[in-house]
């Protein structure tokens, strides 16, 4: 069972920068965020697979960036340019294995493993 720790969460002004890391206690495959606003549905914000390739949803893309350091079994999600709807819990997760297919990276149900969540606030 791998365990993730997701960290740099906060309140920032609309505009700013953060970036979250996810730290994993053993290796996995691929890694994704998601988020949860209050009253919505928790959705895909971006993944990274195996092979280094990297998907995004579209309200994120350009402003947001995945990327890993398998060294360090941890991934990093940093957040430019941060709109008041993008306020949520962010939540790291991760599997061990590839998905069946590429849509799959953008599906929670794909992934086995969780963090907790850290809470993200954009005021405008």
């Known amino acids: 069972q791998v365990q993730l720790v997701e960290s740099g969460g906060g309140l920032v002004q609309a505009g700013s920068s953060l970036r979250l890391s996810c730290k994993a206690s053993?290796?996995?495959?691929?890694m994704g965020w998601f988020r949860q606003a209050p009253g919505k549905e928790r959705e895909h914000v971006a993944a990274?697979?195996?092979?280094?390739?990297?998907y995004y949803a579209d309200s994120v893309k350009g402003r947001f960036t995945i990327s890993r350091n398998s060294a360090k079994d941890t991934v990093y999600l940093q957040m430019n340019s941060l709109k008041p709807d993008d306020t949520a819990v962010y939540y790291c997760?991760?599997?061990?294995?590839?998905?069946?297919?590429?849509?799959?990276?953008?599906?929670?149900?794909?992934?086995?493993?969780w963090g907790q969540g850290t809470q993200v606030t954009v005021s405008s």
């Open positions: 997760a991760g599997r061990s294995t590839p998905a069946p297919t590429i849509r799959d990276y953008e599906r929670d149900y794909e992934y086995r493993y």
């Open positions: 053993g290796r996995t495959y691929a």
């Open positions: 990274i697979r195996g092979s280094g390739n990297t």
